[in-house]
T-cell receptor
Framework: GAVVSQHPSRVICKSGTSVKIECRSL??????MFWYRQFPKQSLMLMAT?????????EQGVEKDKFLINHASLTLSTLTVTSAHPEDSSFYIC???????????FGPGTRLTVT | GEDVEQSLFLSVREGDSSVINCTYT??????LYWYKQEPGAGLQLLTY?????DMKQDQRLTVLLNKKDKHLSLRIADTQTGDSAIYFC????????????FGQGTILTVHP
């Protein structure tokens, strides 16, 4: 149980375009979903927290107009990177939790490369 | 803000025990976690411990928590080559419940 999927696993896009990454909880209802960014050989940096049906809470320094998060249902959250720039190239990982949220389950990650 | 620190590298021989250490600063931490990340993959939750516990054992994994010193450790018994990965400790609690703060990760290398 507690499986989280992400799609796509890898994506290459051109500068200036937008790309959407999906995060799904497959066998549980995710009250809260989190989006992280991980640079090579570094730890995870929390970008934002989203609860179903409400606006995401962004961490300091994360541009909400650039990284659009939509938590449309209890099993789906999307992250859209708008006007992508090579600096946005990174590994994006989502996680999901249900109930009180003390167990977070992570997706396999999405490797974004912006050319 | 909260801070979580880990040593960056650990190298052990197959069959030996591995001990990965972590320190944290947030005295209001409620849950502390160990995650495993293999190359190019997401994070796998290995185990977690509630802050009112001192120890938790789960098969080859033993977690020790010293709340006074804010020190967490993960012991892997009979380490195998498949255990080679990056191990992250993380904490949550206090005013930022549900939000995980991660350490930098410890790269565990297991030699045959």
């Amino acid at each position: 149980g507690a499986v989280v999927s992400q799609h796509p696993s890898r994506v290459i896009c051109k500068s200036g375009t937008s790309v959407k990454i999906e995060c799904r909880s497959l066998d549980f209802q995710a009250t809260t979903m989190f989006w992280y960014r991980q640079f090579p050989k570094q730890s995870l940096m929390l970008m934002a927290t989203s609860n179903e049906g409400s606006k995401a809470t962004y961490e300091q320094g994360v541009e909400k107009d650039k990284f659009l998060i939509n938590h449309a249902s209890l099993t789906l959250s999307t992250l859209t990177v708008t006007s992508a720039h090579p600096e946005d190239s990174s590994f994006y990982i989502c996680s999901a939790s249900e109930g009180e949220g003390y167990e977070q389950y992570f997706g396999p990650g999405t490797r974004l490369t912006v050319t | 803000g909260e801070d979580v620190e880990q040593s960056l590298f650990l190298s052990v021989r197959e069959g030996d025990s591995s001990v990965i250490n972590c320190t944290y600063t947030d005295s209001s931490s409620t849950y502390l976690y160990w995650y495993k990340q293999e190359p190019g993959a997401g994070l796998q939750l290995l185990t977690y411990i509630f802050s009112n516990m001192d120890m938790k054992q789960d098969q080859r994994l033993t977690v020790l928590l010293n709340k006074k010193d804010k020190h967490l450790s993960l012991r892997i018994a009979d380490t195998q080559t498949g255990d080679s990965a990056i191990y992250f400790c993380a904490e949550t609690g206090g005013t930022s419940y549900g939000k995980l703060t991660f350490g930098q990760g410890t790269i565990l290398t297991v030699h045959p």
